[in-house]
């Protein structure tokens, strides 16, 4: 568990001038908000020359987290339940307990995320969260194309700045050039035009005296605002792309040309290897497969009707697809795979902060008087016409501003940081749009600092069954009057799952270069938490990267890591610093090859399978039955370091650019 270099195992302390004890890799069992409890298999050496004596400890930790560099600091440790073999020595027992809390304090244990999801032992007992999986408007075509989707029918205002009218209830800049009374669209590389906004968009090469002044304005504030990298517009040589326009959710699917269809080694599946989508086709039941959002969709025919394919009825071929294959990305969504499983476990892990009372603080602007609107099933009010999460209970308004929250006396504040959050916060359901708020935990309060963390659902991340899926599936409608006002949204921007960087947004290799913004008369705004970030993949296949750049808040870089934490006033998040370089697997492994099981026992590890239990201070052979388990432990524990390795090997894998 503890890779490159950040914590070796086994470690041994003094006892007593007469004894000692080793402690092996702890083993993680249970993780609740930033409370981690886990056990550690342990031995203590009375003299020279005698056995140890072997024994297994049961502990809880506070953790913190930085999710950015995948890295958890074990900040307490409190030893809970002590068994060693044939003692009855309570006093020993006593001063183990003491001399090693002591220690573990002092060693300063970090672990890696990766290391954390992949060998903790937590029964996951997910109550049915009713998401929505009705299949968006899914089109698909075999010419290169891009999706614009706008909120509902489309709504023109002027905008005094642009001098001319705008749709401002969508992410792509669309305006109406009163010149000749078109609608024109900003592709970045291209313009495009219409005599409608719905349908009938065409790349023009002339563009209109204040169009061609826009895009003058636009070209220098991303030359200011941005570096020119591989991908960005200067160096993308795709052509114009067909346009389509959607007033609902919808999603794009597409190849290069007709489809090509490739095998998967070892499957009854086939892929469309000419195309940047999951799209297969099962041969055992003739049926078509398409992943979005994490979510499975079924057809008999790339043309639809699509309907949703709960995850757990997937042929069992989906889960035989080799890791390391062209298609080995959608594991993640295959229930019973390590990748689904470790993305499960994943999904519950907090960032962590530390939040300074007298410093920390958030503002609130309005579009007009604040408005709000009761949260069904619940006797709390959100505010509609803000970008920010503000809820009323009773007589106290919370905000829930950067994975902080915040309480005021008033709607527009001052705000303080707040030391609890509305008891109904759990009672939100995912048909609302403040539902993520509830993934916004306070989990200690001091006379100075308030200890709180986000886990992924915040973010959008959400526990589907047994895998993960990105956003709620429904529908919110954005706020727009002197402002626009997004609201979070699941489909439509290409959303894929990595083991690196969680949910990613992306465009095909066949939109060429599209900009997408939130220009809201020089309020530029995001659904999903303030100066939250998604990485743009290249999604990650078969350990290749490759895509096209993409500027999301208005020429904001996309970076690598999603701790909205950082860099925020009166904020403090763990900094838990890696190794530069990974260290083999196997440099470690000899040393570090004793676990116990949930009963107290201790087992030894001999190499290819081979297993011996502690019983009456000798090594014997292990049961057969208990070999199955232990096997999955050590493989875990290697997987974890493995995919650490993986982490630091690939930098890509990790959204840099």
Known sequence: ?????????????????????????????????????????????????????????????????????????????????IRLSGAADTAESSLI????????????????????????????????????????????????SVLINIDS??????????GMKKVVNTAFLIVQNPGDNQFYLYGGKYWYSSPKILEGWKYIKTLPAQIQSLDQQIKKSESENTKTASGDPENNSNPPSSVLISTVPAELIQSAGEPRFTTIAGTGLLYISNSEDDIFKSLTDNQYYILLSGRWYTAVSLQGPWTFKDAGGLPADFSRIPEGSAKDDVLASVPGTEAANNAVMDAQVPQTAKVDKATASCSVKYDGTPVFAQIEGTHLFRATNTVSKVIRDGSKYYC??????????????????????????????????????????????????????????????????????????????????????????????????????GWSFGFHY?????????YTGGHYGYWGPRVYHPVHYPVYRGGMYGGNSVHINGGVHIHQGNNIYINQRGVRTSDIKRNPQPTPYNKKISNNNILSDQQGNVF???????????????????????????????????????MDNSYMDR?????KK
């Open 1 to 81: 568990m503890m890779a490159n270099g950040q914590t070796s195992w086994p470690k041994t302390v003094e006892l007593s001038a007469a004894a000692s004890v080793t402690v092996y890799q702890p083993q993680p069992e249970k993780l609740d908000g930033n409370l981690l409890t886990g056990r550690s298999a342990f031995s203590v050496k009375r003299k020279s020359g005698d056995e140890p004596v072997f024994g297994v400890l049961w502990f809880t930790t506070e953790i913190e987290t930085n999710r950015d560099n995948r890295m958890v600091l074990f900040n307490t440790m409190t030893i809970t339940h």
């Open 97 to 144: 307990k003491s001399r090693l809390e002591s220690e573990f304090v002092k060693w300063k244990i970090k672990i890696t995320l990766d290391d954390l999801v992949a060998t903790m032992e937590q029964e996951q007992k997910q109550a049915g969260i009713p998401l929505n999986n009705n299949p968006p408007k899914i089109i698909f075509t075999t010419l290169p």
């Open 153 to 162: 029918m489309p709504v023109l205002k002027t905008d005094e700045k642009l």
């Open 400 to 501: 829930v501003d950067a994975g902080v929250w915040y309480q005021s006396s008033a709607p527009t504040g001052p705000w303080k940081v707040s030391e609890d959050r509305p008891a109904e916060v759990n009672n939100i359901p995912p048909s609302n749009e403040t539902y993520n708020v509830k993934y916004v935990q306070i989990y200690q309060v001091t006379p100075t600092y308030v200890y709180v963390g986000y886990t992924p659902g915040y973010m959008g991340c959400y526990i589907n069954g047994a895998v993960v899926v990105y956003g709620t599936g429904y529908m919110y409608y954005p706020w727009y009057a002197g402002y626009y006002y997004p609201r979070p949204v699941t489909y439509g921007f290409s959303v894929r799952y990595n083991p690196w960087t």
């Open 510 to 518: 066949s939109t060429g270069y599209f900009s997408f913004h939130f």
């Open 604 to 642: 030894r590890s001999e190499g290819k399978s081979q297993w011996q239990q502690r019983s009456q201070n000798n090594w014997s052979p292990a049961e057969n039955s208990q070999r199955t388990q232990l096997n999955r432990d050590l493989n875990n524990r290697q997987r974890g370091q493995t």
């Open 651 to 655: 930098p890509s894998k990790r959204g």
